[in-house]
């Protein structure tokens, strides 16, 4: 069993709907969530960061953690053509010395806003 | 937009080739990372480093070497290049230390495929 799981879609939704994104995580160790946006022929971008349980809001962006669940998701409002990318998440479990903390990432799960 | 390039952003080259992946920040900053994206798989990272003269192996084995003489370049080199490190490979740096703030920027990756 991977220690990230991301369905890797595709996912196809008209414009202005509400698009859930999901990672399960089976290792109760890991304490700190992110979400990366990859858009095509480009790196990973930083959406959004949490290490809480519960909700944070950003724009149009909620990231949700249900630490007892093992489940993270990131919610889009009002969805945009402009938000057509590979969505990617991320948990930091180890630390690696010198300050640094290696992530683990998800599959990434491809997301197509039809206009 | 992150201030981390790289080098060639798409390589092809023949069997048994040695090749170096130029990878530069002009953030300052001392954490640096390369991974190795393959199609709808995870992000895997496979060397980092703490700053100048500190180089480690990531999680994934790569027959890939670098080196950080500089604070702001970190090249990864193939001595002998295979069909099996066709792959998308991905710099990234890091400022803050600690877990918080653990934000890391990507560059735009070399998409590399070795004939």
């Known amino acids: 069993q991977k220690e990230v799981e991301q369905d890797p879609g595709p996912l196809s939704v008209p414009e202005g709907a509400i698009v859930s994104l999901n990672c399960t995580y089976s290792n109760s160790a890991f304490q700190y969530f992110m979400w990366y946006r990859q858009y095509s022929r480009k790196g990973p971008e930083l959406l959004m960061y949490t290490y809480s349980s519960g909700n944070k809001e950003d724009g149009r962006f909620t990231a949700q953690v249900d630490k007892s669940s093992k489940y993270i998701s990131l919610f889009i409002r009002d969805s945009q053509p402009s938000d057509s990318a590979t969505y990617l998440c991320?948990?930091?479990?180890?630390?690696?010395?010198?300050?640094?903390?290696?992530?683990?990432f998800g599959k990434g799960t491809k997301l197509s806003v039809i206009p | 937009e992150a201030d981390i390039y790289q080098t060639p952003r798409y390589l092809v080259i023949g069997t048994g080739k040695k090749i170096t992946l130029e990878c530069s920040q002009t953030m300052g900053h001392d954490k640096m990372y390369w991974y190795q994206q393959d199609p709808g798989m995870e992000l895997h990272l496979i060397h980092y480093?703490?700053?100048?003269?500190?180089?480690e192996k990531g999680d994934l084995s790569s027959e890939s070497t670098v080196s950080r003489i500089r604070t702001e370049h970190f090249p990864l080199t193939l001595e002998s290049a295979r069909p099996s490190h066709t792959s998308q490979y991905l710099c990234?740096?890091?400022?803050?230390?600690?877990?918080?703030?653990?934000?890391?920027?990507f560059g735009p990756g070399t998409r590399l495929t070795v004939l």
């Open positions: 990234a740096s890091s400022r803050v230390t600690g877990i918080f703030g653990n934000e890391q920027f």
């Open positions: 991320a948990m930091i479990l180890a630390y690696s010395g010198a300050g640094s903390y290696q992530l683990t």
């Open positions: 480093s703490y700053g100048v003269n500190s180089t």
